[in-house]
């Protein structure tokens, strides 16, 4: 939008009257850049006005545009429905727990008390996200409640989509249409404006769309949730032809501003006006982006790779160039990290696709890993699924409690959030033994995705502190004036250890925790920058043992997505521009500005190249490498709605 020339002109569905603060920041940003504004209610406008703080010059109310239909008598429809001589009430749209259907049909028995031949037409298919995540689980539930209240003869269920000819005569069949909504705070509704212009009678409960578009009497407001109310909204206009009919007419007359010729002459006449006040004024117009300035796109998805790495037992650790190796089976950690990256995806609104399966191999693979006697998780296992060892490390542990945590947190799968929140609960005792930090981080780490969700979980809480603490502490038993470090040695995965504590200081409102956390990864940034400025994660070829020089050498995909995500924490929690450009430079690693100016990235698989060393580019692409770096691009995705500049 920065980049537009002409005037703008965003017209808002939804606006939010209690923002969270990202959504707010996103809001303000859209409205700054926009030259008017466009809501579909009175109430839209006072919410960008007070909520907002936008000027009420700036903004139009232009209503829901609907078809053109003419006032017709009901009966002329109903015959190609098979309810010819009967009431006929509509609910339509796509169908989901929030539209409240069930309280239409718990209506059903006292309106057929009163009006035996009424039919209730539900039209519409279940919305394709809750198909996705539990099918038709919904609309099922309806179909039994309808049976187990003896009306199955009254209701009929049309699960499809319409076309438009289809749907207009679908309204035109209906004397009254319903809209039980739960939500009071849906400020449009598209169903309903469709139906009020069509001159239909309209009894509805008082979301805010609702209230204002059926005040004066044009329509009937019931309470949420109270089937015996709506009953009685029906049976009274059902029993009174004259009310019935004047309220369809008052609508009816009411809903011709609404037409598509109207609203589409309204914003011609916006049009116009900017147009000519910007004709006023001399435009500025915007150099062309160089590529210093623009940057470069972020490289896209692709998956090719990463199926290949995986078969129904879960994910190959090693790959000898782009081929799965089989002789070094499978391991706790990377299926934590596949698990992981599948929560991440989710969380950006990608679709899954053939990754499901290897998401349900991932979760296999860790709920088999878990032996409850001990509460621990293996790590190794052999390509002929046989395990190498009975107790993992604790590192193994604590990454697989993060990618529970993450599916917890994330997914949109109930079924697969219950496993995971299960299992998370299961694995946390044992960590009152554990000593490594790493350990703690990670499970710090998945104690806060957890808690997105479950955040009345007092135990939870309690974990996510106790560890915090000890990761303060380790800070406080190891760090010198020279070496603000959390332990003796900087080995792997490093920059996680004040993650942790950036994430805990910002969400428990612990400035010491957080103050500590910049300290210690700033000082590591700072270790992690070559001469020329360019990204140089610590070596693991003998780690960085406390007094001796950083080994350049085998730098590691897992320390540049560490420092990504550390560093985008690191921005939210303080808003410093810095921090961001540190993502951004840790990133660039992967595209070839580090050491030896080559690309770890294969963009013809999406794989990535498991590191650097003197000789050049380690060409194997095993599980870590490739998951470090699509799970550092997942962080990327999310970091560029803050019009982050790439480099090549």
């Known amino acids: 939008m920065r980049r537009l020339r002409l005037p703008v002109v965003t017209t808002l569905h939804t606006v939010l009257e209690d923002p969270s603060s990202e959504q707010r920041r996103v809001m303000e940003e859209l409205l700054h850049q926009s030259d008017a504004l466009v809501v579909m209610t009175q109430r839209g406008q006072g919410i960008l006005h007070n909520t907002y703080q936008v000027a009420r010059e700036k903004i139009h109310v232009i209503p829901h545009g609907i078809p053109d239909q003419p006032f017709v008598d009901p009966n002329f429809y109903k015959d190609q429905f098979g309810v010819a001589g009967r009431p006929m009430m509509l609910t339509f749209g796509l169908l989901s727990p929030g539209k409240g259907i069930e309280y239409g049909i718990e209506a059903l028995p006292e309106i057929l008390a009163r009006h035996p031949d009424l039919v209730y037409v539900i039209l519409g298919a279940t919305h394709p996200n809750l198909v996705r995540a539990e099918g038709e689980t919904y609309r099922l539930s309806l179909e039994r409640l309808a049976q187990d209240l003896g009306v199955e003869n009254n209701v009929i269920f049309v699960n499809r989509y319409v076309d438009d000819q289809q749907l207009i005569e679908y309204i035109g069949a209906a004397d009254i249409y319903l809209t039980p909504y739960l939500n009071p705070a849906q400020i449009t509704s598209g169903t309903l404006a469709y139906c009020y212009g069509a001159g239909k009678a309209v009894v509805s409960t008082p979301y805010w769309h609702a209230e204002e578009l059926l005040a004066g009497d044009r329509g009937v407001l019931v309470p949420f949730r109270d089937g015996s109310a709506i009953a009685a909204a029906v049976t009274g206009l059902l029993g009174e032809p004259t009310r019935l009919h004047a309220m369809r007419k008052q609508a009816y007359l009411a809903g011709r501003d609404m037409v598509w010729s109207a609203v589409g002459e309204r914003y011609a006449q916006l049009f116009e006006r900017l147009l000519e006040a910007r004709e006023g004024r001399a435009r500025t117009l915007r150099p062309a982006a160089t590529l210093a300035v623009e940057g470069a796109e972020l490289p896209l998805w692709r998956f090719e790779h990463l199926e290949a790495m995986a078969d129904s037992t879960g994910v190959f650790q090693h790959a000898v160039h782009c081929v799965p190796d089989f002789n070094h089976g499978y391991c706790t950690d990377d299926n934590a990290r596949a698990l992981l990256f599948t929560a991440q995806l989710e969380h950006l609104g990608e679709p899954l696709n053939g990754l499901r399966k290897l998401q349900s191999a991932a979760a296999a693979f860790l709920h088999y890993a878990f032996v409850a006697e001990t509460g621990r998780f293996r790590n190794f296992m052999g390509f002929d699924r046989r395990w190498l060892e009975s107790v993992g490390s604790e590192d193994s542990h604590g990454r697989a409690l993060w990618a529970l945590g993450a599916i917890v947190g994330r997914t949109e799968q109930t079924n697969l959030r219950n496993w995971a929140a299960r299992l998370f609960e299961q694995a946390l005792p044992v960590l009152e033994g554990f000593t490594s930090p790493r350990a703690w981080a990670f499970a710090v780490l998945g104690l806060h995705e957890y808690l997105r969700v479950l955040h009345g979980d007092l135990l939870a809480d309690r ?49 010491d925790m957080l103050t500590v956390g910049l300290q210690s990864l700033s000082w590591l940034q700072q270790a992690q920058s070559a001469s020329v400025g360019h990204f140089r994660p ?111």
């Open 463 to 511: 974990w996510r502190l106790d560890l915090s603490e000890r990761l303060l502490a380790a800070f406080a038993t190891h760090a010198t004036s020279d070496w603000p470090w959390l332990e003796p040695i900087v080995s792997y995965d490093n920059a996680r250890l004040p993650q942790a504590l950036i994430l805990s200081g910002r969400w428990l409102q612990r400035h």
């Open 538 to 648: 610590i070596g693991s070829d003998g780690f960085w043992l406390q007094g001796s020089l950083p080994p350049t050498h085998d730098q590691q995909p897992l320390e540049a997505t560490a420092s990504v995500a550390a560093c985008i924490e690191a921005f939210h929690a303080t808003g410093d521009e810095h921090w961001r450009q540190e993502a951004i430079r840790s990133f660039e690693w992967f595209l070839g500005r580090n050491d030896l100016h080559q690309p770890l990235y294969d963009a013809s698989n999406g794989g990535c190249f498991d590191g650097l060393q003197p000789t050049g580019v380690n060409r194997n692409q095993g599980a870590e490498s490739t998951l470090s770096f699509l799970m550092a691009l997942a962080d990327m995705k999310l970091l560029t709605s803050e019009d982050v500049t790439i480099h090549p």
